[in-house]
Structure formats: structure tokens, C-alpha cells
């Protein structure tokens, strides 16, 4: 199978979406150009504010959606995939999403995913997050086809630290992992990395994780760090603390062939739990 040419777009998000669109869209354009079919994109990569009505306000229906819309008109243009990390969709009935869309070089979104896991955490620096105050949590796994018939398992952020949603991924046929973050600067440092990696290996498959850096909002700032991991835990490919594109070239044949070798991510013995 020939390789398959991937990027991760790494951008702060802000409270003005206008701002946030200009500054991916560039980034977007620079990894077509080095040759990317799927180029992902940060969660919240349009707009983080910590407001809520604010963030209901932004929110639109899929349809009206304007960063999903510029991603319709890029995908088409450049002849390219792209995943929006993740966008806030208002569903039918006025709650929020905290949406993954997979859009195809016809524009199409060809896979939606709602996030699973909400992000409730009091961290010990004081932060306190409350995710679930602002979305409704999906409650469907995702694994869509994606460029020369990948099959890419959806994850978003948080839902890192939950190892059997990207086993059940895997198992379904997932090659590739997607886990757009924006992930927190008080647990990155010793989380992020270690996290992903133990996913890839675990399951067999290549990682994309495409994050927000930098300040977002006063009092929140976001790890960076961009990752492409190879099924062997091996980083193909980082960003650092700026904005910035991540390319890597992938080989399929890899995902069988770890498999082959270490047969864990599809191996399900059963077991008791006693004392
Ligand atoms: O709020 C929005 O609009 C978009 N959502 C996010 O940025 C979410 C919830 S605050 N961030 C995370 O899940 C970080 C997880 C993380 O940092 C960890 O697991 O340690």
C-alpha cells in the first residue's frame, strides 16, 4: 500500500472567531502544499470561551456552521480531508456538541462524532473544569473511512485517558487514531505524551493529535506538543509551543504487521475478577 500523507495543524484558539479561521487557514493551505490528504485540525480549534452563554450563542446547527463551512469550501478547493478537531454544533434540542467532523474533498462531512467523555476536573492548581455544564456527551464510537480507504477511529481530547474506547475503535477496524485536544498546561507536561503513545501501542495503530497552544483566555493556557505516533509508540513527528503544521508520511502496512507481531490490541481472554 502506498504511504499516506498526514498533517496536524496546531493553532490557538480564541474568543474571536474571525481571528481563529485566518490564522488555521494558512496552515491549512501550507500542509496541502507539502503534499498532506488528511491535514486535522485542534479541538475547539474556531473559538474557546468560558463563558457559556457566549459559547451557546457561537454555536450553530452543523449546516450554518461557519468553521465548518470553511472547511467545506478548503476541503474542495485543495482536494483534501480535513478533520475539524472538534466545533460546537447546537442540536435540535438547544444543548451543544462538542463535535469531530470528517469532511471529504467534496465537502461532504463524511463522520460526525460527539465527544463521549466530558472534561469535570478540579485540578490541584485550582482549575476547575466543567465540560459537561456546557454539552451533551455522545454516546456512539466512531470509525469512518477516510483517504485511499483508511479507516480512522474519532477521539477528542479527554477521551485520551480512556483506553477502552480506542480498543473498541481499534477493534472495529480502526488504523488510525484521531485525538484533536486542547489539552491543559497543568497536565500536559506529564500526561499528554505518555498517554498517546500507550494508546498507539495498545492498540496497534498510528496516533494523530493534533492540539491547541499557547493562551487561550486569561487563565488558561493549552500544552501544544502535537504528536504523530507510529503503532510501536514511536513519535514520528512534534510541535513545539507555536502554531505550526506537523507532516508525516504513513505507512498502512504497519498497522497489520504490529498485529502480527504483537498480537494484543485484538486479543480478548476472559477473566474472572476475584480475591
Ligand atoms: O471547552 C471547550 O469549548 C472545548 N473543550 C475543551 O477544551 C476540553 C474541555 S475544557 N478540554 C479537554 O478535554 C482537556 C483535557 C485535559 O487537559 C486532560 O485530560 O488533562
New binding site residues.
Given amino acids: 500500500m502506498p504511504s499516506l500523507s498526514v498533517a496536524c495543524v496546531q493553532s490557538t484558539a480564541t474568543s474571536d472567531p474571525q481571528r481563529n479561521l485566518a490564522a488555521v487557514t494558512p496552515l491549512i493551505r501550507q500542509a496541502a502544499a507539502g503534499g498532506a490528504k488528511l491535514i486535522c485540525l485542534p479541538?475547539?480549534f474556531d473559538?474557546?470561551?468560558p463563558s457559556f452563554s457566549a459559547?451557546s450563542d457561537y454555536a450553530l446547527p452543523e449546516v450554518e456552521h461557519p468553521a465548518l463551512t470553511l472547511l467545506s469550501h478548503l476541503a474542495q478547493e485543495l482536494s483534501v480531508w480535513l478533520l475539524a478537531g472538534?466545533v460546537?454544533v447546537k442540536l435540535a434540542d438547544g444543548r451543544m456538541a462538542?463535535r469531530s467532523a470528517l469532511i471529504g474533498p467534496d465537502g461532504a462531512i463524511n463522520a460526525r462524532y460527539d465527544k463521549i467523555h466530558?472534561?469535570d476536573?478540579d485540578l490541584p492548581d485550582g482549575s476547575r473544569?466543567r465540560?459537561s455544564d456546557?454539552y451533551r456527551p455522545g454516546d456512539r464510537a466512531v470509525v469512518a473511512d477516510g483517504p485511499d480507504g483508511a479507516r480512522i477511529g474519532m477521539a477528542?481530547?479527554?477521551d485520551?485517558?480512556f483506553p477502552h474506547l480506542h480498543r473498541a475503535l481499534a477493534q472495529t477496524g480502526a488504523q488510525i487514531l484521531t485525538v484533536p485536544?486542547?489539552?491543559?498546561s497543568m497536565?500536559?507536561p506529564l500526561?499528554w505524551e505518555v498517554l498517546l503513545r500507550a494508546r498507539a501501542i495498545e492498540t496497534g495503530c498510528f496516533v494523530l493529535a493534533p492540539a491547541q497552544c499557547g493562551d487561550n483566555y486569561p487563565g488558561r493556557r493549552s500544552?501544544g506538543q502535537s504528536l504523530i505516533i507510529d503503532p510501536w509508540g514511536r513519535v514520528l513527528g512534534r510541535l513545539g509551543d507555536e502554531p505550526g503544521v506537523l507532516s508525516a508520511s504513513l505507512d498502512l502496512d504497519q498497522v497489520a504487521a504490529f498485529r502480527a507481531a504483537i498480537p494484543s490490541p485484538v486479543t480478548n481472554n476472559p477473566f474472572r475478577v476475584g480475591a
Fill in positions: 479541538e475547539a473559538y474557546l470561551n459559547l472538534s460546537s462538542n466530558l472534561f476536573v473544569f465540560e456546557f477528542i481530547c479527554y485520551v485517558r485536544a486542547a489539552f491543559s497536565t500536559g500526561h500544552h
